[in-house]
């Protein structure tokens, strides 16, 4: 089962009705007090309950409860030296999805500008902000056979790096935790990474793609979930000939996701 995309953004639209409605009781009361001050009436409102409080993130994504928190977290997070330096970015998609995709930096920018608005719905999501997106886009729906909303996918890194050198073993580490918390919320049955830092990242690996790609591992955050690594999109639009061997991890994915 699949669910609707979660807005993850800090205040969300109900968090703001709920506010307008707890000042429109505290206006009616504040005039029926002023109706009974002048002999009128002896009437009373009774107020609903207080607004919920903003999100607040958590000190440790482990800590999150839900994606709001770990995006909050996210946004202030100073775990390695990449934080702070610019924008995060975080997941879309839905919840208990049948597969999870994470992608190596820079392969979303294009889609995050182009489905900036969480509140829009899912099927207006789009992947044309760069070609890379558009590459995920047709993976997505021509290659698994899937909706763009039945999936989940979300960067390996939250903080863009100006150029792959700013990516340390440090940064690793520190989006290890993010990531693994994102993936037990999300709870996805299979998740395909693409790209070698994503790989690495997950499997705790310095080896190489071709040393990755052939493995189906196993991550245990905490429930057991399987993962199979890929090409990234940035180097299958160098060089498309590649697409082949990423058709292969596909299949071997789709079978694993209960897809094929």
Known sequence: ??????????????????????????????????????????????????????????????????????????????????????????GLGALNPPLMIIVDPPDLT??????????????????????????????????IGLKIPEVYVTPILKCQPENPELITQKTKNACFRNISREIALVNPKTILAMGLTAGQVLTAETKKMYFLRPKTYTLNVPNPITLRITLGLNLLLEDPGMKRDVWQDLQKTMRLAGLK
């Open 1 to 90: 089962m699949t669910s609707e995309p979660q807005n993850t953004g800090p205040l969300s639209p109900r968090n703001q009705d709920s506010a307008d409605i707890y000042e429109a009781y505290r206006q009616a009361e504040n005039y029926l007090l002023y109706m009974k001050e002048l002999g009128l009436g002896n009437l009373s409102l009774p107020l609903p309950p207080p607004p919920p409080s903003p999100a607040r993130p958590p000190a440790e994504p482990e800590k999150a409860r839900n994606l709001t928190e770990l995006a909050l977290f996210a946004e202030q997070c100073r775990l390695c030296p990449l934080g702070g330096r610019g924008p995060t970015y975080f």
């Open 110 to 143: 294009g889609f995050y500008a182009a489905a900036s608005d969480q509140n829009a719905p899912a099927p207006a999501w789009n992947f044309l902000g760069s070609e890379a997106a558009v590459l995920l886009g047709n993976i997505i729906t021509k290659g």
